[in-house]
């Protein structure tokens, strides 16, 4: 009887630690002596999801827990100079070779050789550079509101709407402007009330003359003709040799939905672009339920 009763309690347990869900866990990964952190969760192929301006980690939840379920794992990274990760001095150290680097820091802390990689914002320009330069990293690519560098460029280029659309950045570049950045300005994006203290909180930790170092190192100068791509960003290959998802919400006010006009010239496998009518800049949080949908079954088709 006693034993009896001793192999169906065993029986549960291990029914239980099987079943149970690994949970979100803080983690760091080294990069040249950077220490980047992410929160990694989940069973899977790996996905690493890259942040953009102003942002964190956090901004992923809900899409994490969206692929966890769907038999992925998730390492959300901070960028550097954000919220836990650290914060080198200077604009060399936000220059893109460098930013590419993190990103495969934690692919290797995850003791893997490459990943699926998702980013918006910066994390998307980030992404797009990883698979340009480091191919061998990347498995397949999703991409959130930035467009390939041509498009970017070509509308940078010609578009004045684009051009006008743009004139943050070139604030951006100023010497100085971090001071007129505040944490709670930078979480005024932020539409959910329980939410926005844990962006204000990270932003206070962060770095606001890191932030704005991605735009001083990587983000083209001037107008027009005039524009010019910094060293940081020049890739003599601009093309992606894996699947492609690129989503763009149509009310983005910063990032022209014409920039992706031609994007399918740049991809070897197939590419998918999905248009969202009512979704602006941040469409992670604006079509939250439509963008986790649109990725997993996106990314459980190319299983």
């Known amino acids: 009887m006693i034993r009896t009763a001793l192999t169906a309690l065993a029986a549960l347990c291990l029914a239980t630690f099987v079943a149970a869900p690994l949970q979100a866990a803080d983690k760091y990964a080294a990069n040249d002596g950077v220490k980047i952190h992410y929160v990694a969760e989940g069973q899977g192929p790996l996905i690493v999801l890259i942040h ?6 956090a901004t992923w939840k809900p899409l994490m827990a ?4 769907a ?3 998730t390492a959300a990274l901070d960028l550097r100079g954000y919220n836990l990760s650290d914060k080198p001095a200077g604009e060399a150290a936000y220059a893109m070779p460098n930013l590419i680097g993190d990103v495969a820091a934690v692919i290797a802390a995850e003791g893997q050789h490459k990943a699926i990689v998702i980013g918006h914002d910066w994390g998307a320009a980030i992404a797009w550079q990883t698979a340009f330069n480091r191919p061998d990293l990347v498995d397949k690519l999703v991409i959130m509101s930035v467009p390939h560098p041509a498009g970017m460029a070509r509308e940078l280029a010609t578009n004045a709407d684009q051009q006008k659309n743009s004139q943050y950045a070139r604030n951006f570049q100023q010497p100085g402007f971090e001071k007129n950045l505040t944490a709670e300005g930078l979480a005024g994006w932020v539409k959910d009330p329980a939410a926005k203290p844990g962006y204000v909180e990270a932003f206070r930790r962060s770095d606001f003359t ?3 170092n991605y735009y001083r190192v990587n983000y083209p100068r001037g ?3 005039e524009a010019q791509t910094p060293l940081s960003m020049a890739s003599a ?6 699947p492609t998802l690129v989503i763009h919400g149509m009310k983005d006010t910063a990032l022209n939905a014409a ?14 672009i999905v248009m969202l009518p009512d979704a602006a800049h941040f469409l992670q949080h604006d079509a939250p339920d439509l ?3 649109t990725v997993r079954d996106w990314l459980n088709q190319r299983r």
């Not at 953009?52 to 980690?57: K, L, R, S, T």
């Not at 969206?66 to 379920?69: A, P, Q, R, S, V």
């Open 52 to 57: 953009g301006f102003p942002d964190y980690w």
């Open 66 to 69: 969206e692929l966890n379920k």
């Open 71 to 73: 038999g992925y794992r």
């Open 210 to 212: 890191a932030m704005l």
């Open 223 to 225: 107008t027009g003709a």
């Open 237 to 242: 290959n601009q093309r992606v040799k894996v």
């Open 259 to 272: 920039g992706h006009a031609g994007t399918w010239n740049y991809v070897d496998a197939d590419s998918t």
């Open 291 to 293: 963008v986790n949908r």
